[in-house]
């Protein structure tokens, strides 16, 4: 009955986190509730954020919590050694009840000890069906993962990630509204000087550099 009412209002603690997300435009902010979320909805003592980069095929941890930098910086040049890397062969949700007994953490134990992490779970996050990074639970003693944890760290994943497109999709269109603003204002100034084909070229030449982001522009002018 206790484990119920726990999840009951784990529920409820994951709509309003999922609103949060869903509602949210700026990217920064995003990843900052997702980890205050996972250190909510998962009972973590310390969480972080890593971001997977497939073509440098380098990992980062731009946002954590309750960690040192120093173990971060460590985790990030040898993540192809450590148990999370097997999420890019094998999609699924990692967990690790206790590093001193765990096979899988035999090689990094030294690492995990000196930040008093005794267990730990990673959740993959996936755009486009491709692994964009994950996030990680750690807790101070040995811990045994339940279903439920699984199933709110897996659902907190799908609403980071539909929260991370609709952000990016909102930056987007925006963006491109602007430069559409911008050519039409454009096209308008360039009507006036029909005229003057030299004003015109130069006109040209001024917007073509505005609206490429460009720190120069030529336009040549062949008899």
């Known amino acids: 009955t ?30 900052q509730i997702a980890l205050s979320a996972t250190r909510a909805l998962l009972h973590a003592e310390r969480a972080a954020i890593y971001e997977y980069d497939l073509a ?10 309750g960690l040192s930098p120093d173990y971060v910086q460590r985790i990030n040049q040898i993540f192809h050694t450590i148990p ?7 999609p699924q949700p990692l967990f690790i009840e206790n590093v001193r007994t765990s096979p899988l953490t035999q090689n990094i134990h030294f690492l995990l000890e000196s930040e008093r992490i005794e267990a730990y779970a990673v959740f993959p996050l996936f755009m ?30 799908h609403f980071l990630i539909a929260a991370l ?30 005229n003057d084909f030299s004003a015109l070229l130069g006109l040209l030449g001024r917007q073509m550099a ?3 982001r460009a720190t120069s522009a030529y336009i040549f002018n062949i008899n």
Request: charged share 25%.
């Open 2 to 31: 206790i484990e119920t009412l726990r999840n009951h209002a784990r529920r409820e603690s994951l709509t309003r986190i999922a609103q949060e997300l869903l509602g949210e435009r700026n990217e920064n902010t995003i990843w």
């Open 56 to 65: 440098s095929d380098r990992l980062s941890c731009p946002h954590f919590s």
């Open 84 to 90: 999370g890397s097997q999420l890019l062969v094998n």
């Open 128 to 157: 486009q069906r491709r692994l964009i990074g994950a996030f990680v639970a750690y807790y101070h003693h040995p811990r045994h993962f339940s279903p439920a944890d699984q199933e709110f760290g897996q659902t907190l994943a």
């Open 165 to 194: 497109q609709n952000a990016r999709l909102f930056a987007e269109t925006r963006t491109k509204s602007n430069e559409q603003a911008a050519l039409f204002v454009a096209a308008q100034e360039m009507s006036t000087r029909m």
């Open 210 to 212: 505005e609206v490429l």
